[in-house]
């Protein structure tokens, strides 16, 4: 169930971003088949998804963005709260998929919005990567690529602890064969194709790591230092690697 002390009703049955909670538990009721059947995903350590603000990093593959659609429903299945997906800023222009996203309660990860739920004590969950990620060839699968320092000037101008979550299975489940970069459906940044058809029943392993406190010791306005973003953002990558690498190695001595 959705936690409903997280809604904030404008007055019209939505919140300020497009979030529609009967929508959210009817799409969760829709994606359950994948979650438990398809992917079989398995759930590590989400004990440790803190109560109040947070964010989750985690690493980032596939086509389309399913392996975000398992996390948010992984954390909505095993913590009862609503993770809002950050998404690239032209996710909410694609038909039919961004007011989709909206409804679940993903955001596009403008200052404005991600202040205002942070601010409400909510839950992000961001993919540092980006669209690196996803357009990562199979060579360098779970290398995490350009890692942006947006995550950790949140965290500490906010005060939030960051959470790092490792997704096994996800980047064999769907690669990408190749990218048209001069092809911009949408404003995305070049037109995907598949090397399949649809994404492979590859199962999924969610490890959740410890909360880092990135925000302990400083001030809130230590977030314009770009020194210490750096270094900040360097904890978080070296995090979700160790993470990653453990989660790997698990899989690995499971198999005979």
Request: with cysteine.
């Amino acid at each position: 169930m959705l936690v409903t002390t997280a809604f904030h009703d404008e007055g019209h049955g939505y919140d300020l971003f497009g979030f529609h909670p009967a929508t959210a538990a009817r799409v969760a009721r829709v994606v359950a088949p994948l979650y438990d059947r398809y992917f079989r995903v398995r759930s590590h350590g989400n004990e440790r998804v803190p109560a109040g603000r947070a964010i989750l990093v985690a690493n980032h593959s596939g086509v389309l963005p399913i392996d975000a659609v398992m996390l948010w429903l992984d954390i909505l299945r095993h913590t009862g709260r609503l993770a809002r997906v950050v998404a690239d800023r032209f996710v909410p222009r694609l038909p039919f998929v961004g007011t989709w996203m909206a409804r679940t309660g993903a955001i596009s990860g403008s200052r404005a919005n991600v202040r205002c739920l942070l601010e409400r004590d909510e839950l992000l969950a961001i993919f540092p990567e980006g669209v690196t990620g996803v357009a990562k060839p199979r060579a360098q699968q779970y290398q995490l690529q350009a890692w942006r320092v947006g995550h950790v000037e949140l965290a500490i101008r906010h005060q939030a602890p960051v959470v790092p979550v490792a997704i096994i299975g996800a980047e064999e489940s769907w690669p990408m064969l190749l990218r048209i970069g001069a092809l911009h459906p949408f404003g995305a940044p070049y037109l995907p194709v598949p090397a399949s058809p649809l994404p492979l029943p590859v199962s999924y392993e969610i490890y959740y790591g410890a909360p880092i406190e990135l925000h302990r010791g400083l001030a809130a306005d230590r977030a314009d230092d770009p020194d210490v973003l750096a270094e900040a953002a360097a904890r978080s990558r070296a995090a979700l690697e160790a993470l990653i690498a453990h989660g790997l190695a698990e899989r690995r001595s499971r198999r005979p």
